[in-house]
């Protein structure tokens, strides 16, 4: 089976802007959960899409938002892009509520 | 919610010694445990995980131990080599009813294996 894919894998944009990230799961995973990942902070939960539906979210303000369409694919926007906002996303896809998480390459995001 | 305190940050070793990773978590309901590893540059990749009602998976040259009393568990590298140099996290997540939780992450510990 392939594995977790993101699009693009880097991406360079300025204050202000916003973007959008996208994560193909594997193949029969409903479950698409989205983590951003920095040095200092190291991994970070940002959300958690099964069926369509949003079922947790991490501790992140309002600009980051996801949604997950029918094919299980998923998409994450940040809007009103800040500096802190640079860092690695990376998404992951698992089969089974209690199963192991995959993750995609992820997209190099940097803000100037 | 759920905190990972995650134990050394960085570990050397020589080629053939063995590594340990610890790990803590806070919440006494969370029942599963994954650990990843990830090498420079690439992403994190599910190396060995362990369930609540387990105390011990071993797969080859990795194994992982829970203690639920002590709401700790780690992972053991034997007869580490060169490849096994990475960052390394453990996570917790609490599985209710029909609904993932979060996955929580430690630190991480950025293990070098010196030839």
């Known amino acids: 089976k392939a594995g977790v894919t993101q699009t693009p894998r880097y991406l360079i944009k300025t204050r202000g802007q916003q973007v959008t990230l996208s994560c193909s799961p594997i193949?029969?995973?409903?479950?698409v959960s989205w983590y951003q990942q920095t040095p200092g902070q190291g991994l970070q939960f940002l959300f958690e899409y099964f069926s369509e539906t949003q079922r947790n979210k991490g501790n992140f303000p309002g600009r980051f938002s996801g949604r997950q369409f029918s094919n299980s694919r998923s998409e994450m926007n940040v809007s009103t892009l800040e500096l802190g906002d640079s860092a690695l996303y990376l998404c992951a896809s698992s089969l089974t509520v209690q199963g192991g998480q995959y993750f995609g390459p992820g997209t190099r995001l940097t803000v100037t | 919610g759920e905190n990972v305190e995650q134990h050394p940050s960085t570990l050397s070793v020589q080629e053939g010694d063995s590594a340990v990773i610890k790990c803590t978590y806070s919440?006494?309901?969370?029942?599963?445990f994954p650990w990843y590893k990830q090498e420079l540059g690439k992403r994190p990749q599910l190396i060995i995980d362990?369930?609540?009602?387990?105390g011990e998976k071993k797969d080859q040259r990795i194994a992982v131990t829970l203690n639920k009393t002590a709401k700790h568990f780690s992972l053991h590298i034997t007869e580490t080599q060169p490849e096994d140099s990475a960052v390394y996290f453990c996570a917790a997540i609490l599985v209710y009813g029909g609904s993932q939780g979060n996955l929580i992450f430690g630190k991480g510990t950025k293990l070098s294996v010196k030839p």
């Open positions: 362990i369930r609540s009602n387990v």
């Open positions: 193949s029969g995973h409903r479950s």
């Open positions: 919440d006494s309901a969370s029942n599963y």
